[in-house]
């Protein structure tokens, strides 16, 4: 979230940076213009059986549906891209998500493993076709895991923000988005952050 500076700050996301800290210049997020190619949110979920626990794939897919919402109003385009089980696929897009709403989610299950790894490189694919397609675009990749996952794939050339959401509730947490969130220079926020 942090870019060039603007004219007009973002409070939240700066609130968010800060922390419990005092105010400094680090933590200063700005309002955004909208580049002129548009905006492309790609959002990598994780249908995953540890996502089942504590209703952490409910929760998701209410957040997803609030993103795509967003992206909606905004006229950005969107993909959304599942992961679990033995891989990753397409599920929407990359298209302006006009007539989106949740009853498209309510079939989205969850199972298996956590094949982080294929999520990312299905994503991967979609941000280079839209480079080809659209190279002004800029593209944004959401990331919404717990992070039950071994891997720890590269991170995408064609991202230019990328935004890990952490589902992880365990007592004992693992803490592999913020490994990977730090690996990457991405943003990591919790769902109670971004529904805010």
């Known amino acids: 979230m942090q870019g060039t500076p603007g004219k007009r700050i973002a409070w939240l996301p700066t609130l968010t940076a800060m922390r419990q800290d005092a105010l400094r210049a680090e933590h200063l997020r700005f309002v955004r213009e909208a580049p002129r190619g548009g905006v492309l949110h790609c959002f990598v979920l994780d249908c995953s059986g540890s996502m089942l626990g504590g209703q952490r794939l409910a929760l998701a897919k209410g957040l997803l549906s609030a993103l795509f919402d967003r992206a909606s109003t905004s006229r950005a385009e969107a993909a959304l891209v599942c992961f679990g089980g033995a891989g990753a696929d397409l599920r929407f897009g990359p298209a302006v998500p006009r007539w989106w709403n949740e009853r498209w989610l309510r079939p989205v299950g969850g199972g ?67 490994t990977l969130a730090d690996a990457w220079g991405a943003a990591l926020f919790t769902p109670e952050e971004l529904i805010a």
């Open 112 to 178: 298996g493993g956590t094949p982080l790894a294929s999520g990312v490189r299905q994503a991967a694919q979609v941000l280079v076709r839209s480079a080809r397609r659209k190279p002004t675009q800029q593209r944004w990749l959401w990331i919404l895991t717990d992070g039950r996952s071994g891997h720890q794939p590269a991170r995408p050339l064609h991202a230019d923000e990328v935004i890990f959401v952490d589902f992880e509730r365990e007592a004992i947490r693992l803490g592999r988005c913020r």
